[in-house]
Every structure is written in structure tokens, then in C-alpha cells.
């Protein structure tokens, strides 16, 4: 069975980074594209940001500038570095996949609070 674990959410003053990592684990083929989208209370959820396999990238324009996404794909993990944070980039944020077993599928993680003070 495919699974996503996300960690490194938490509260951080504005300004301040953190850096959230998202693992594939099970029995699956290949990965493709990663991503992490974002839900704040009473808003629906969001791309933040992805990276295909073959690296190409791809940013919400709120966070272009301050957010990083890459992969080690060693490791079937992503990571999304986060600085410059801001009040409004509090929401939970789930990490998504498409990933290869006997087809290709999307697989969400269960989302990783950040809350970010003013």
C-alpha cells in the first residue's frame, strides 16, 4: 500500500522558514510529478507548488520568490522550503503524488498544520 508522510509543520513568527518533507513509501514503480497544495479555513484548497520528474517546477505566484520545491528521488521524498513566511500562508498543506503502481494514480498525504503569527 502507497502512502505519503508529511512532517515539519509547526508556528512560526512572521518572516521566519520552515522546511516540510513528504516520503513515498510501499510497493509502487515510479513516482511523477510531487507537489504540495495548501487549505486554509473556509478556502479551498490550493497548488503551492510541484516538480515533475524530469524537474521541471512550477509555482502558485503567492509564493514565487520565497518558497522551494525540490525531490530526492533516492529517496522518494519532496521538500518544500518555506521563507518569508506571512500571516496569509496559514493553512494546512498536504503533499500530493502520481504514482505508478499497476496504473498511475494521485495519493495525498494527511496534511501538516503551519501556522504562521504576526
Known amino acids: 500500500q502507497v502512502q505519503l508522510v508529511e512532517s515539519g509543520g509547526g508556528l512560526v513568527q512572521a518572516g521566519g522558514s520552515l522546511r516540510l518533507s513528504c516520503a513515498a513509501s510501499?510497493?509502487?514503480?515510479?513516482?511523477?510529478?510531487m507537489g504540495w497544495y495548501r487549505q486554509a479555513p473556509g478556502k479551498q484548497r490550493e497548488l503551492v507548488a510541484f516538480s515533475t520528474s524530469g524537474g521541471r517546477t512550477n509555482y502558485a505566484d503567492s509564493v514565487k520568490g520565497r518558497f522551494t520545491i525540490s525531490r530526492d528521488n533516492a529517496k522518494n521524498t519532496v521538500y518544500l522550503q518555506m521563507n518569508s513566511l506571512k500571516p496569509e500562508d496559514t493553512a494546512v498543506y498536504y503533499c500530493?503524488?502520481?504514482?505508478?503502481?499497476?496504473?498511475?494514480?494521485?495519493?495525498w498525504g494527511q496534511g501538516t498544520q503551519v501556522t504562521v503569527s504576526s
Open positions: 500530493n503524488a502520481d504514482i505508478a503502481t499497476f496504473i498511475i494514480r494521485s495519493y
Open positions: 510501499g510497493s509502487f514503480i515510479s513516482i511523477a510529478a
